[in-house]
């Protein structure tokens, strides 16, 4: 058995967040042959199980790495098999660190998206992550338990969020995690989560060693995963720091189906 964790936006969708025919035919030959394969992405559950949905992977042996390797998620049990979420104590600071900055800060429930004001961040985060969304000055009033993550968002400042960061790298150290999945998106979640380690959690699960783990992805919060697998996969796209960390690099990029063809060499199929 083999196991394939790709990460989506740059990856296994293409530029119009679609997974195009070939790769669909790829990731269908993959399952038949009784391999699994594991969505893993920054985006919530929801979300991902929308992609899934959208591409009709209705296949057995498809799991989810949802939120940054926060929610590992059985898709034919329909069922959360491990979780790991940030404190609600620390949604207040966070949210008033970023204010300090000027910068968007949001979180979720378990069905929506919860931002402080209906802005151009959320509007633009919303172009693709098609969630509801709840308006709640203070984040802290709109939860009931840790959420999974939380997200910082400049569209055009990229500074501002590197000063952000900065201002609570002690404070965050052992607790949260902060990770970019593009120039617009700093990460915030639970120190002990992240996509290596759901890697390695469901080689575990299903006893597959590491080396017959495969991780495909194009930002930073892939590379984690990308080290943890036994081959990791930066796409074409991907960033130079992607590159540097990966064992293989896709000839081609996310909008000419790189990780299949990638995959069927490296599997040769």
């Known amino acids: 058995m083999k196991l394939l964790f790709t990460d989506l936006d740059g990856t296994l969708l293409n530029n119009d967040s679609q997974v195009s025919p070939d790769t669909r035919t790829f990731l269908h030959d993959f399952l038949q042959a009784g391999n699994k394969l594991i969505l893993s992405s920054g985006r919530p559950l929801l979300s991902i199980l929308e992609v899934k949905e959208n591409a009709g992977l209705t296949q057995p042996g498809i799991f989810l790495t949802c939120s940054n390797g926060t929610q590992i998620y059985d898709c034919d049990r329909a069922c959360s098999i491990w979780e790991k979420r940030l404190s609600l104590s620390y949604v207040p600071y966070l949210q008033a660190q970023a204010d300090n900055y000027g910068l968007h800060i949001q979180t979720y429930t378990a069905d929506a998206i919860v931002s402080p004001a209906e802005d151009a961040e959320i509007t633009y985060y919303r172009r693709k992550i098609h969630l509801p969304l709840l308006i709640s000055p203070n984040l802290r009033d709109a939860l009931?338990?840790?959420?999974?993550?939380?997200?910082?968002?400049?569209?055009?400042?990229?500074?501002?969020?590197?000063?952000?960061?900065?201002?609570?790298?002690?404070?965050?150290?052992?607790?949260?995690?902060?990770?970019?999945?593009?120039?617009?998106?700093?990460?915030?979640?639970?120190?002990?989560?992240?996509?290596?380690?759901?890697?390695?959690?469901?080689?575990?699960?299903?006893?597959?060693?590491?080396?017959?783990?495969?991780?495909?992805?194009?930002?930073?919060?892939?590379?984690?995963?990308?080290?943890?697998?036994?081959?990791?996969?930066?796409?074409?796209?991907?960033?130079?720091?992607?590159?540097?960390?990966?064992?293989?690099?896709?000839?081609?990029?996310?909008?000419?189906?790189?990780?299949?063809?990638?995959?069927?060499?490296?599997?040769?199929?």
Not at 224 to 249: C, F, H, P, R, Y
Request: charged share 25%; glycine share 6%; with cysteine.
């Open 144 to 269: 009931t338990e840790g959420p999974f993550k939380m997200l910082a968002i400049s569209l055009n400042d990229f500074d501002k969020l590197e000063a952000f960061r900065s201002s609570i790298s002690d404070w965050a150290q052992n607790k949260v995690r902060t990770i970019y999945s593009n120039h617009m998106y700093l990460e915030l979640f639970d120190w002990d989560a992240g996509k290596g380690n759901a890697v390695r959690f469901l080689c575990d699960y299903f006893h597959v060693p590491l080396s017959d783990a495969y991780a495909a992805g194009d930002a930073d919060n892939d590379i984690s995963m990308l080290a943890a697998a036994g081959t990791g996969i930066a796409m074409l796209n991907a960033s130079e720091k992607v590159k540097q960390k990966a064992d293989v690099i896709t000839g081609l990029d996310n909008d000419h189906d790189g990780l299949a063809a990638t995959m069927r060499q490296l599997l040769h199929i």
